[in-house]
């Protein structure tokens, strides 16, 4: 199995910028697609961002398209999520995720979740 646990959360003005990451432990060697995940405060939660196994393959929510950007280093087993231009409708839970297939989707549903890293954006 896969663990994987989030970081870089934390409080910004709106504008600002914030880079969340996450760690992979366990089984690192198999070709997971990874994606990021948001709940805000009384609402599911919802797609926000993911990439393949390969980094070649990128999808965005279109409430985030063209102010985060998703990557990742297999390397150093981490996943990354860039937020830039930051709005207090982003303030929320964030989630990293990791699917057994070397694709991900926004429809699908991932495999394993870490714990969630707290993003507030004030204004």
């Known amino acids: 199995q896969v663990q994987v646990v989030e970081s870089g959360g934390g409080l910004v003005q709106a504008g600002g910028s914030l880079r969340l990451s996450c760690a992979a432990s366990g089984r690192t060697f198999s070709r997971y697609g990874m994606g990021w995940f948001r709940q805000a405060p009384g609402k599911e939660r919802e797609f926000v961002a993911s990439?393949?196994?390969?980094?070649?393959?990128?999808y965005y929510a279109d409430s985030v398209k063209d102010r985060f950007t998703i990557s990742r280093d297999n390397a150093k087993n981490s996943v990354y999520l860039q937020m830039n231009s930051l709005k207090p409708e982003d303030t929320a839970v964030y989630y990293c995720?990791?699917?057994?297939?070397?694709?991900?989707?926004?429809?699908?549903?991932?495999?394993?979740w870490g714990q969630g890293t707290h993003v507030t954006v004030s204004s």
């Open positions: 995720a990791a699917r057994s297939v070397p694709i991900f989707t926004p429809a699908t549903l991932p495999d394993y």
């Open positions: 990439i393949s196994w390969s980094g070649g393959g990128t």
